[in-house]
Structures are given as C-alpha cells and as structure tokens.
C-alpha cells in the first residue's frame, strides 16, 4: 500500500517533531511498581486528514516492570516481514538493553493511540511503512527511558548523571564502580519529571542496529506456540464454511438444506442475503454439509461480465485525456522535433492475494456485546465493522489480534470480519469463520487491472527527449481512504509512474480512474508500483532497443542526478557479469526503481525452453534501503518479494467469465515451486539514511526485469502479463 511520500518527508521535519515533544513522551507508574512510559507517534497530516477526523494523538506504550523487562506496546502487526524484531531493535538499542528483554503485546484498537503517523493516523500495517514511522520516535522513547532511569540513579547515589552510563540494562556509576539494574530504577524514574530534549545514538555507536538479528517470533513459529488467527479455539466454538455468490452483486434464490443438515457434525445452517453458510463441530463435517447443499443463485446485474470487456472499457477510456498526475517541460514540443518515435501498450491483470493463512475470523456475539478474534491488518477498522454489523457500541466489541499467515493488503480489509460477524449473529457459541481456498480465491479482492499507453520521442543520439504516459484503472485509495483522492488522482495509483529516477527533460503522466464493475479492487503487495514499474521499465528497455543501446548504460546515462539509484545499478550489474556471454535462448535483463523510499536495482537471468517455457534461473539484487535495521530481514524480504513478483508475471492472473472468477486453487491461480526458484542474491548498500520500505519494493521491481530478461533470450518483447509461452515457442 502506498502514500504520497510528502507525508513520509514531513517525518523529518524537526520544527514540528520539536512542537510535538509534550505530547510525544508521559511517563507513569505502571502497575507493580514500574516505569510506564507513553509515547505519541507523530502526526504529520495533510489537511483534508486532518479534517476528516479531528485531532489525531496516536500513542503507544513501552512499560519497564521490577524485573527488568522491556514490554513494548505493538502498534503494528506482524505478517512475516519481520517488524516485530527490528522495531523492538529500535528500543533495545536507544536503551542499551539485551533484544531478549523486550517482550510484545498486540496493540488494541484505538486509532487515537496507536494510529500509523505515516498512514495519516490510521491504525494500520501497509506501505512497507512500519519500522520507517517507528524510526525517529521508538529511539526517542527508548533514549528518554534510558536518560530518566540514569537520572534516577544518580539521584539515588547522589552523583552527577553526567558520570553514570547505562549498559546491559544496567546504570553504571564507573568511578565508584556501583551499578543497579533497571528493575530496581523503575519506580523511581516514573516519578520524575520527562525530559525536553534527548541525544540519540551517533549511528556509529550502533551496537544492535544494522546487525543481523535473530527474528523474536521464529521460536513459536517453529515450536507451534505461535497463534495465528485460524489457530484460536474459545471454549465451545464452532466451525463454519461458507458459499457466497459466484457472481459479486449476487443474491441467494434458494437453498435445499435437507442433505446437509443429515451430515453427522452439522449444527445450522445460515442464510444471508448473498451466502449460506454451515456451522459445524469441525471444518469436516462443515465442508461435508456446504457440499451437500443445493444453492440456487441469483446472478444479478454482472452475470454477463467477462475480462474482455473489463479491457476494452479501459482501452477506451486511455483514447482521452485524464487529469495530469505530473508535467515536466513541453512533451509536445520536443515529441514533435524528436528524431525516433516509440509507441506502445501494455497491460496488467487483476491479481489475488492468496495467502497461506486463508480468510477467516472467529466471532462470538452475545446480546451486549461482540468478541473477535483475528489476524488484521487494520485493528480498528475491525472494531468499527463489528461494531456496525451488530449495531453494538464500540466500546462492546473487543478485538483481540494475533499474527498473519500472509497479509499482502489482503488483511487491510475488513469483509471477512463483516462476513464473520453476520454469520455468528445466528450462532449462540463462538463460531470460526474459515473459507476454502476456492472461496478465498474466487471471493478475493483483487489487484486492479490497468491499461497503459507509452509513447517517447528519442534525439539524434538515441537518448529520450519526451515521455508520454496514460492509463486507465481502479483507484483504491478512492475507496479506502479518500482524504487522499484529490482531483481525480491519488498517491498510490501514481508511484512509480511519475518522479523517476531518470532525467527526462520533457515528461507527461496521465491516470484515468475507472472502476469496473461486478469485481471488487484492493491492495495487494506494492499495489501502484506493482503495475507502473512493469511499464516504466519495460518501456526504458525499449528505448535503449531503439536506440540500439545496451541495456545498463542507456539507463546509467540517465542517472547522473539520482546518485543512490545509479549505485543499486552499477552494483548489480557488476554482481551479475553484465555483458558476459551467454548460451542461446538465455538472457539478462534488468530493471531499477525508486518506490518506498527504497532504491532498488535488480538484474536477471532466465532460460526459455524451445516450447516457451520460462525459468528465471538466477536474480542479483542490489538494494539501498537507508538504514538496514536488521540485514537478515532486509535480505529475507528482498527474497520473498521477488519469489512473489516472479509468481505474478510468470503465473498470476484472476479472468472472469460469466461474472465468475475463473482460478479456483493454487492448481489454476500458481504460484513459483520450490524446484522453480531461482538463485537469489541480495547486496545491501550501507549507509546512515532513514530507513526506507522493505516489504514491497522487490515485488514491483523484478516483474520488468523477467520479461526484459525473455526479450533478450528471445527478441520477443512481451508487454501483457501474465508471460504468455506460447508466444516464446519457436518454431
């Protein structure tokens, strides 16, 4: 998911963090004696946030109880990215503690305590964004901890705080060689007052920071301790599965439930407007009983819908012109002196998340009040759609949240949850809600499908002297957050297609929402990116085809005022042999983006077969992220978003027919094999920036540098995905 990055760019600005310091930091006495100490993360808003919801004073809380430990109040929600380990990183080095004395909780709902800085104060895990808004204000919290505890000391010894140091989450008075844990200072340092101003680590004296760390949730997930939202079992649940209308818009006609309700373990049936469901002792007998019901649909007004016209309605509409996301000079002027014009078209599907962990949720609704279990993205948006489906309070929903099996954007959406509440509004006990692949699949909310159209216009030289840019499709972010949809345009749709990398002295971006009817768009993993760097990068290596130039060097030629981007480059070229030979029907090729505040370069190799059959064979990654916090998860990432990416531009595509999405399970929606993986290489530039995303950025990227990499195997440039072999067969 991605925001405009002015936002993230406020996050430096000091005069307004300064402004902020009172709300930033409280401290208190936490029950038991310790040391409670609140901090504000803060907000920088644009104003239509601002006014769409007041006041934002999003909070989070760090507690130091009499033995010791560090508990940290998670404002973010861990999906397999790490986040737990590197934030908690954060704090243990500002206040010199041991990573294995901090402990977590999940936060709970509550936007106004613990909503996202960089998200414009939602409560939210997205935008490859978590440890880049904890950055600047979990050290400030940590190093305040740490200045009130050594303050506490010196006061108890009745020395200059100056001449005390922490360590080992210890104070140390050195001259008299006294030291006291920070359990014994606890309760001391609540009482004093929560000073102005902090020094931070010198990035030099980093001790934890920018060293590979062992992830702090790896010990459950292999021992089976950890819980993830399909794992939780209140006493007395029961399991349900559910069928909802093939077609989106649809409605139940009728249900013969005679067959299922005789499957031995079935308790009810559920009806709703658009679904039926089973509710049962174990998915089994729940999946046995859905089976046997006789549902007659009623298709209603998408019945009819194919992809195809999803297509043409977009194709159409790139025909006009859309409100300008960025203009740079006169593309007209210099298309019309340009000695060498291209033109092209591209297109991208719509996608499924298909995580590992499939929907679910698991309800119990009591007559004045609702419990949810479940793992989310979006805590309180959770609470709030509870709360709305049952016409409860807010305050008599309780959400309790626990880890992802794959969140991807998937679980920045809150339907399940709805879905999960309607149904157990039937149920007397706690009901767990969890859908079949087939229905995780056919009833996902997809990636938008968009319709590109690139023109350029080249000098004598070959170099690009205009660049053209329309497309038209889905807006998310106009749905799920519209204070940031403004004049036809919003942050996400547009990244990657405009502020790029390159100096291009005349350049004009068009975007045209249009929302296809009859399929539900959502995030998915680095969303806008996902679709513009595929064109955007595809469409540079054609120019430097054009121009009858090498790859790597038509685009380090443009990159001379890009210094970061021009190293990620120059880096993996290097790693990969650029330019060494080789054999027939194998080839490289490349692709460099700038997207959540991350550059990133990657250069790819892939072999395709006589029947067109692609094996990416090896990936070179080189990636400056700012800070790594923890390298181990900055590779780790780099690896599973391009496995991801990889999936999608070989395999990944949702098609309707009928109104019915196609793909039902991983054998029609495939993902990359483990025997289909190819070698990965990650090189981390170092250096002392903030820290930029990390989830996202691979994904986007790598899906240009494949087919770039086909063209060069092959001669056949391939600007419709997903790859298509039987265009790669020769004859």
């Known amino acids: 998911m991605v925001f405009d990055q002015s936002i993230a760019a406020d996050h430096q600005d000091s005069a307004r963090t300064n402004r902020s310091r009172r709300i930033f930091l409280k401290a208190g006495i936490a029950a038991g004696g310790g040391l409670m100490l609140g901090f504000g993360l803060p907000t920088f808003l644009r104003d239509a946030t601002a006014a769409g919801s007041g006041s934002f004073a999003p909070n989070a809380f760090i507690r130091i109880g009499t033995d010791g430990l560090v508990t940290l109040v998670m404002p973010y929600v861990e999906m397999g990215q790490g986040t ?7 704090i243990a080095e500002e206040l010199e503690v041991a990573l294995s004395q901090v402990r ?3 936060a709970p709902p509550n936007e106004k305590l613990y ?30 901890a740490r200045v009130m505890l050594i303050a506490a000391a010196a006061k108890r010894w009745k020395v200059d705080p100056t001449s005390c140091h922490a360590e080992h989450g210890e104070v140390v008075h050195q001259a008299s060689a006294r030291r006291i844990k920070y359990g014994a200072l606890a309760g001391d340092a609540a009482r004093l007052p929560v000073p102005e101003k902090v020094a931070l680590k010198r990035p030099e004296d980093f001790k934890l920071i920018g060293t590979p760390a062992k992830r702090l949730d790896t010990p459950g997930k292999v021992n089976g301790t950890a819980v993830y939202g399909i794992d939780v079992r ?12 093939p077609v989106f818009g649809g409605r139940v006609k009728s249900v013969g439930d005679a067959a299922a309700k005789a499957v031995k373990g079935v308790r009810q049936i559920v009806r709703l407007d658009d679904a039926v469901a089973v509710v049962a002792d174990h998915m089994g007998a729940a999946k046995k009983g859905l089976a046997a019901l006789v549902i007659e649909w009623d298709d209603g007004p998408h019945a009819k819908l194919t992809t195809a016209d999803i297509v043409a309605e977009l194709e159409k509409a790139t025909l006009n ?26 297109q991208v599907p719509f996608l499924a998340h298909a995580t590992m962990e499939p929907m679910n949720c698991t309800v119990h609704v009591r007559k004045d009040s609702c419990e949810v279990w479940v793992g989310t993205q979006v805590m309180a948006r959770v609470q709030a759609a509870a709360a709305k489906t049952t016409g409860l309070p807010l305050e008599k929903v309780v959400v309790h949240n626990h880890l992802l099996g794959g969140g991807f954007g998937r679980r920045l959406e809150v ?26 699949i056919q009833h996902d909310m997809y990636r938008p499908l968009f319709f590109d159209r690139m023109s350029a ?18 807006s998310v972010i106009a749905r799920w957050a519209p204070p940031f949809f403004k004049n036809g345009l919003d942050p996400d749709t547009t990244e990657a297609a405009i502020d790029l990398p390159y100096a291009l002295p005349n350049l004009h971006v068009e975007y045209l929402q249009v929302e296809p009817a009859g399929i539900p768009t959502a995030f998915w993993r680095s969303v806008g990116p996902s679709h513009n760097t595929f064109v955007t990068e595809s469409f540079m290596d054609e120019l430097a085809a054009a121009a009858k130039q090498d ?54 190799e892939v072999e395709v077969s006589r029947d067109g059959d692609v094996r990416v064979r090896r990936v070179v990654t080189a990636v400056d992220c700012g800070t790594a916090v923890n390298p181990d998860t900055v590779q780790a990432q780099v690896q599973s978003a391009v496995i991801f990416g990889i999936s999608a531009a070989l395999f990944g595509e949702i098609t309707l027919k009928g109104g019915r999405v196609e793909q039902t399970n991983f054998n029609t929606y495939q993902v990359l094999r483990m025997n289909q993986a190819p070698a990965i290489e990650v090189h981390i530039i170092r250096n002392t920036e903030p820290p930029g995303g990390m989830g996202e950025p691979g994904t986007s990227s790598i899906v240009p540098a494949v087919t770039n990499a086909i063209f060069a195997a092959t001669g056949k440039r391939l600007r419709k995905l997903p790859v298509d072999p039987a265009q790669l067969k020769r004859a």
């Open 551 to 604: 790859a790597v060097a038509y685009r380090l030629a443009l990159l001379d005022k890009t210094p970061r981007a021009k190293a990620v480059l120059k880096l993996a070229a290097e790693k990969a042999g650029w330019g060494q030979p080789l054999p027939e029907r194998v080839g490289r090729g490349v692709s460099v983006q700038f997207a959540f505040a991350n550059y990133m370069a990657h250069v790819v």
């Open 104 to 106: 977590l909780e999940h």
């Open 115 to 144: 909503g996202n800085p960089l998200l414009g104060g939602l409560q939210a895990t997205g935008n490859s964004n978590a440890v880049r808004a904890a950055w600047q204000p979990l050290r400030q919290a940590g190093a305040t």
């Open 321 to 346: 012109s859309g409100p300008v996301a960025q203009n740079i000079g006169d593309v007209n002027a210099a298309m019309a002196s340009a000695v060498t014009k291209v033109e092209a078209t591209y």
């Open 234 to 245: 209140p006493p007395g649940v029961k399991i349900a599965t559910l069928a909802q209308s």
């Open 457 to 474: 216009g080249l000098d004598g030289k070959g170099m690009p002297v205009a660049w053209n840019h329309r497309f038209a499709g889905s």
């Open 415 to 440: 339907d399940g949850v709805t879905r999960a509440v309607q149904i157990a509004m039937h149920v007397d006990s706690p009901v767990k809600v969890v859908w079949t692949r087939e229905e995780d």
């Open 84 to 90: 737990y380990t590197s934030i908690s990183m954060l």
